[in-house]
């Protein structure tokens, strides 16, 4: 007898999903409470990440030809949303260096391929991205001001970057810097350029904590600092074209695991209302509390969908904007209202340090912020969707 599923998932997909979930239930979220003091760059957290990868479940999204096991988007999702149940997956599973593995084996040169992809994809480096400064607005990165300047085959970086991840571990950072002068235009002006952490005029100002905690974000200053021009990523002058295409998978990436904790908020939901103290306090009774888990599943839903059409389209080499940036609106919508929920029904534990969920309402709270701001992205997919109705046009769904 055939089974029914409600999705084309591989079965690898399938399989790694499943073992990813058991590893998150039995060694991660019992280590939660412990991991929130001790921090991601903890030897607990390196614990668990070697853990992870003696089991087999670490950078399954690197490059297939780099230890990755899933080379769809769209399949990922399964997998993605797994680890994304507990708000500590990027530093066990390395989910977001996959994105920085992929940049380099899509724009990185063999000598950059040797030094900078074969260490992380071996978890021998940490990677880092440095796009937003201090002195201007991140949604606009025409303004970039760090600078990177080719002088007899080195580049000299000045600059400040600021809220970037992995500041407090990171071996390497891909900078986002201006190459071009004034009047060239954007989309010629800036280049990625890769950095070690331990070149001279590299430093770590301070580490910088998300609404009271610490998630490993920090400034990093750039004084003077000389890398080899051949530490180029893709062509001079392309940056904008790179950091579009990180952003349509990193934003994906991102969604696919927020999609996991707000699943986390209706499991957590469950366990409340089925609880002593839930039975006590009739919660299968009210309609109230009925609304919260409907309306948390819905909105969970309707992002994974959206999540799964913009994935094909990265897949098929034909990334639609308004599906991803709608896509990762959708997360982070469903991340908010199910954490929210979450909270509400826990009463005042819920607000306390006695539940994870304090851990994912302030994720969720930065993923209207992160990637992209709610505004910035409606502003942008706005515009788009009014260029498909000039002139009587309209907008293809299918
Ligand atoms: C958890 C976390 C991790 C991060 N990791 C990194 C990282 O690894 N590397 C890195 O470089 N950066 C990182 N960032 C920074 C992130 O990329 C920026 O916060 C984001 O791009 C927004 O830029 P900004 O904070 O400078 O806000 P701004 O650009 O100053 O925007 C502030 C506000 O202005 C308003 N606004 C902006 N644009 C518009 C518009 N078009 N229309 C109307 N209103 C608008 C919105 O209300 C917006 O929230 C991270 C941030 C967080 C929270």
Redesign the pocket.
Known sequence: MTQYTKSNHSDTARSLAQAVRQFVDTHIIPAEAELVKAGEASPLSNQLNLMAREAGLWGLFYPLSHGGKIASLEDYLLVAEQEGRTEFSHAIFSTHSALDAQMLVNFGTEALQQQFLQPLVKGLAVS?????EPD?????PSLISTSAQLINGQWTINGR??????TDRATFVTV?ARTGAPDVPIHQALSMIIVPTNTAGFKVERQLS?LGRH?G?GEMSFTNVQVPESYLLGDCGAGIALMGQRLNTGRLLRAMNWVGLAQRCCELMGARIHSERGVSSRFLDKQLIRQHLVTAHHAISSARELIRLAARGVDAGYPNDVDINIAKMAASQAICTASDSAMQLYGAEGLSELTPIEGIYRIAR?S?????????L???VGRKLMDYYQDGGYYHFD
Not at 136 to 140: C, I, L, N
């Open positions: 880092a991205y440095g796009m937003t201007h607005g991140g949604s606009f970057k600021w809220f970037v991840c992995n986002l998300l998630l974000q930065t209207r912020i992160l990637d992209g701001s709610d505004e910035a409606i502003n942008s």
